[in-house]
């Protein structure tokens, strides 16, 4: 792994380790209780979906590992 992918995945386990010793697991219960259903993924799909197929894309400028991948990205552009 990386050093920049290293640095990430040691700073989010930090970030989780305190923030689980923060928050009693009986709040976190609680709000996941409280929380509304994930949608269908699927339904979503077939929702928005105007001619029989569906797509999900991503596009990245840059990544942590790979650094620049395309400086000059303008997503509204590739869009369209």
Do not use: H, W
């Amino acid at each position: 792994m990386s050093n920049a992918l290293e640095k990430i995945c040691n700073d989010r386990i930090a970030f989780y380790s305190d923030l689980k010793k923060s928050i009693p697991i009986e709040k976190v219960e609680e709000r996941a209780t409280a929380a509304p259903l994930a949608r269908d993924f699927v339904k979503q799909l077939e929702k928005y979906s105007n001619n029989g197929y569906a797509l999900i894309a991503e596009i990245k400028k840059a990544s942590p590992s790979a650094g620049p991948i395309r400086p000059d990205l303008k997503p509204e552009q590739i869009a369209k």
